[in-house]
């Protein structure tokens, strides 16, 4: 039997009011020559009565439970039992736009030869659509530069499943919330990722996402980023760089913390590592003064 061209991987945990919606994303899309194979991480809901009445219907879905290990894992385990040429991530609450697959398997074709290729997707949430900040990079290939800041990517990327060099999402609970980003990091330092200038994934704003858990992100970025170290090798500036963004990031989810003082402290730290930038001038005064004046000294600076 033929593999398909797609396996998408949809790690999932008690999501089971969002996955009709997001696994009918795909069901729709206008290039039909993929698998789904939802990784239950141990729901305790209804998952696998939704997903199995889904499977019975459609033979492109496979659903695969796991006892509780966290995303790193249920990524992993999904890229084990893919059979695809190339294997996608999407969220349990996140959609795809219609065309994504068609145009990814385009897009490869005129590209060809990388093991990692990215769309960029936007942001759903209150009736409103927002973008990213994917927004403003250009289609081509970038190498791990692209990550030393953070990760603008999410889980959102495709990845060849014939590549011997691949390393595996990592597995640490409570590295949770990095692992794609240390994911990228590790592989990437060794290998480019082409990135697409279209949407192909719409992602739901919500207070149950990971990325609303400001103090614990914090304490897994600092971590991340001392395993990161540990695993690859960077030159000093690159270092520099990465511990400088690590602190800036940590600074922006302090003060989403409403903790001004440790952002103010996690800033001078970065600062420190890499020197003032407009962006880091704007964040201060933003964690000592407030929002509404830096739009007003952004506006000045012509941003």
């Not at 398909?4 to 206008?30: G, H, M």
């Not at 209804?46 to 496979?62: C, H, M, S, W, Y």
């Amino acid at each position: 039997m033929r593999s398909p061209f797609f396996s998408i991987v949809i790690p999932c945990y008690n999501r089971a009011e969002f996955l009709p919606e997001t696994i009918w994303s795909i069901q729709k899309q206008d290039f039909s020559d993929f698998e789904i194979l939802l990784i239950d991480d141990g729901s305790t809901d209804n998952t696998q009565a939704i997903v199995g009445k889904i499977a019975a219907e459609d033979g492109r879905v496979l659903y695969i439970y796991q006892q509780n290990a966290e995303r790193g894992a249920a990524r992993n385990n999904g890229i084990k039992n893919a059979s695809g040429e190339y294997v996608i991530f999407l969220d349990s609450d996140d959609e795809m736009q219609t065309n994504c697959l068609q145009r990814l398997n385009e897009g490869i074709a005129q590209n060809p030869g990388y093991n990692f290729y990215a769309a960029k997707y936007d942001f759903i949430g209150n009736g409103k659509r927002f973008s990213s900040t994917m927004r403003p990079i250009k289609p081509g290939e970038y190498d791990i530069s692209i990550v030393l800041k953070g990760n603008p990517f999410a889980c959102n990327f495709c990845i060849k499943r014939n590549n011997q060099g691949l390393i595996l999402f990592e597995e640490d609970r409570t590295l949770s919330a990095t692992e794609d980003w240390m994911f990228l990091m590790e592989n990437l330092r060794h290998n480019k990722i082409f990135v697409f200038d279209f949407i192909g994934v719409s992602m739901h704003q919500h207070t149950e996402r990971s990325m609303q858990q400001n103090q614990l992100l914090i304490k897994r970025r600092i971590k991340a980023t001392e395993q990161v170290l540990q695993k690859i090798d960077l030159s000093e500036n690159e270092k520099k760089s990465l511990w400088a963004y690590t602190y800036q990031f940590c600074g922006v989810h302090s003060y989403l913390d409403n903790n001004r003082k440790q952002a103010i402290n996690f800033l001078i730290k970065a600062v420190r590592m890499q020197g003032w930038s407009k962006e880091r001038i704007l964040a201060l005064i933003k964690y000592m003064i407030g929002r509404s004046a830096v739009t007003q000294i952004s506006t000045a600076f012509g941003k």
